[in-house]
């Protein structure tokens, strides 16, 4: 947690402090309820809302709220009304949802988060071994490499968590590379499952191949290799986003810039808040050392979140009207 102000810095600042507070208490939320935040279960996600509820609660008077889900089941709801905003959609992996939900006028995507990537990794120190190694169709060659404990005469490739939208595209991705019959592609029970997977087997140098994505402080963390893919075709990428494509064609991952989903309702009523999920982009060395500062610190999501704020001031207060970054720099101040 961060130390409080020594009592010097406080007597400092003068009649700044019962200004701000006056500010504080005589802000209102545009909407009467509290809003409700998508709470999908990857770092980024969980500390881009750490810090969207901190600048809600402390600079526009709003009550939050986050509800934990994976990604098509939260954009379902997203879609009724049961949240209001996910602050991480990555409109390229869900591409056949994300234009259903789009069209169905009840989503926005707004504003640019940040670019994000995905890909299928090996270590460096498996490329050393193996120098034969750069491209993913490579694999078909090293089952044996990458051998599954539960079925030793395959290979495992571990891919999203169980649940996961990016699931349909690694399965089909699989099959397209004909990988299919001589590797798995193996599913952990969640995020944090399939983190300590893959650091337990860095940390023993034992050769593993797995599929990530950034911003990451993983990806940033470790020294990788990411296995290079067939040149972006969409027409390929559209039919690999679906779970019927029967003829999936091997492709590059597509370029995903994120964007923030509102329930169209939602912005609608809240015409603030709506410009402020608009204007918010964070670049990429500050999310990329704020997950780092996550990872190396051992920290919760909404630690990193006040650490993101008191970091990078001249990032986030470009996303907000003058007196409300005051009153959220003033709560900064506490503590």
Request: glycine fraction near 8%; charge should be negative; charged fraction near 25%.
């Amino acid at each position: 947690m961060f130390r409080t102000l020594a009592l010097t810095a406080v007597l400092a600042a003068g009649l700044a402090a019962p200004s701000a507070a006056r500010a504080a208490d005589a802000v209102t939320c545009e909407v009467d309820r509290p809003v409700r935040f998508s709470g999908l279960n990857w770092e980024s996600n969980l500390v881009l809302a750490g810090i969207e509820r901190y600048v809600l609660e402390h600079g526009y008077g709003c009550k939050t709220t986050v509800e934990i889900g994976e990604t098509l089941p939260m954009l379902a709801a997203l879609q009724r009304g049961d949240v209001d905003v996910t602050p991480e959609v990555w409109p390229g992996q869900i591409e056949g949802a994300w234009k259903k939900a789009l069209a169905s006028g009840r989503v926005l995507g707004v504003g640019h988060v940040y670019d994000a990537g995905e890909g299928w990794y090996v270590p460096r120190y498996t490329v050393e071994r193996h120098p034969d190694i750069k491209q993913a169709a490579d694999l078909a060659r090293h089952k044996e490499t990458f051998a599954d404990p539960e079925e030793p005469n395959r290979g495992r490739i571990y891919g999203c968590p169980a649940g996961w939208a990016c699931g349909t595209l690694n399965d089909n991705l699989l099959r397209a590379l004909k990988l299919d019959k001589d590797f798995t592609m193996f599913a952990p029970g969640s995020g944090a499952a399939q983190k300590a997977a893959i650091v337990s087997a860095y940390k023993r140098k034992r050769d593993i191949v797995f599929y990530y994505w950034t911003p990451t402080s993983l990806v940033g963390a470790l020294d990788l290799v990411k296995l290079e893919l067939p040149a972006f075709d969409q027409q390929a990428y559209t039919c690999m986003t679906d779970p019927k494509c029967a003829d999936p064609v091997a492709t590059e991952f597509k370029p995903n810039p994120v964007v923030t989903g509102l329930n169209a309702e939602f912005a609608k009523s809240a015409p603030q808040l709506t410009a402020f999920f608009t204007k918010l982009s964070v670049p990429d060395e500050a999310i990329d050392a704020t997950l780092g500062w996550l990872e190396n610190e051992g920290k919760e999501p909404e630690e990193a979140a006040q650490y993101f704020l008191k970091q990078y001031g001249k990032v986030w207060r470009e996303w907000v009207p003058a007196d409300v970054a005051t009153r959220v720099q003033a709560e900064l101040d506490k503590k």
